[in-house]
């Protein structure tokens, strides 16, 4: 088999297992709690069930391309206009969508243990860290991932083992209590996090070989279960009700740790876990979007892209939390989806088309040479008749 880029198969799960696993582990659980409630854990599955069915979508887009770079190929059938205003519309939103996720990881780290340092300092840090990873490549990212990632798993099955003395799965009961609507409603919230796996289109050079179909339904199996860890885990813990008035449910599952007597206030591992999630991901979302607006040297990224971005995040830190959790909730999140899916579609119909046109090409040209060489062998054969009579 062809091998094409650098990372293998492996190294996309576990790249989405942090870029989308951040978002699915902490962001997406307030308001699927406080849409869906106790049975908000129904809509992460009916979610993921629906999803199923637009991965199909997104492995016939895979194919077409060929594993070509997607703004190539989608140069190649619909022209450089249409190209070049894609690239930038969806370079901008990852770009915002990257200031999103900073914000609220450097808001967090502020509001928990760093009360008194400001929030000008964290973010001049972590952003010089953020462009430093997307400013390298792919390789790098994907082995600093698997670096991070070791330590991530190790410490959510380590919460989740040790909090089950304090579990009481009866609190998911009764199940459907107000019928199916709430969970049809908070449904759209894990699908917010799914349909991210589209950013593998924009990663499908960089992979040495081919993917299938089950490796996408395997990806999103294993969000699924990021998802439902720790949604289950504030339920059972604290109760529907009370993980509903929580801003970050994953990250208060940390305080009820104990071992034994004398073993407890461990949320700080939570940090780790949280700011090596960010870190990839932030970096993750600026590499790809610094590589659809064609900034190939570094210059400009560091004095014009890390900037704007600056300016961006500062823009999101002015927001009053509540108010920015709001937003997020009621409008990013959603907002996300719609525009993913759009994304989707388009390059799903581009697709379909540029085949049928590529199909039609391919038989006028084969007409073409039939022609000409019947045409010749016809010729060849008058030449013949006329030297005879003679």
Known sequence: MKRVGPISILHIVALSMTMIGLKNHVTILPPIL?????????????????MCFWIFILVYIYKQAKQRPLMEWLQEATGPKTSTIFRYVVGIY??????FTMREAMQWVKTTFLPTTSIIVLLIIYIVLCILLATSNIQTIAIVNVMVLFGVLVLGFFVAFVNIQVKDYSLIRPFLE???????????FPAAGYIELILL????????????????????FLLMGLTLGPLLGAITEFGPHEAAEQNYPAYEEWGLVTIGQFIEHLDFFSIY???????????????????????KNKKPVWFILAPAFFIICMILTLINDNLFLFIKGNYFLITTFVFFLLVSIFLFLIAF???????????RMKGGKQS???????????NKRTIQEE
């Open 372 to 382: 000409e060489t019947n045409g010749g062998k016809t010729g060849s054969s008058n």
């Open 353 to 363: 088309f540029h085949k049928k046109t590529t199909k039609k090409e391919k038989r």
């Open 273 to 295: 876990q949280w700011l090596t999630g960010a870190f990839i991901r932030v970096g993750l979302l600026l590499f790809i979007s610094i590589d659809l607006l064609k900034m």
């Open 201 to 220: 289109l924009f990663l499908q050079q960089h992979i040495k070989d081919k993917m299938r179909w089950y490796h996408f339904a395997i990806i999103l």
């Open 178 to 188: 107000h019928g199916w609507e709430p969970v049809l409603k908070a449904s759209i």
């Open 94 to 99: 990852l770009f915002v969508l990257a200031a």
């Open 34 to 50: 406080e849409v869906g409630g106790r049975d908000g854990w129904m809509s992460v599955i009916l979610a993921a069930v629906i």
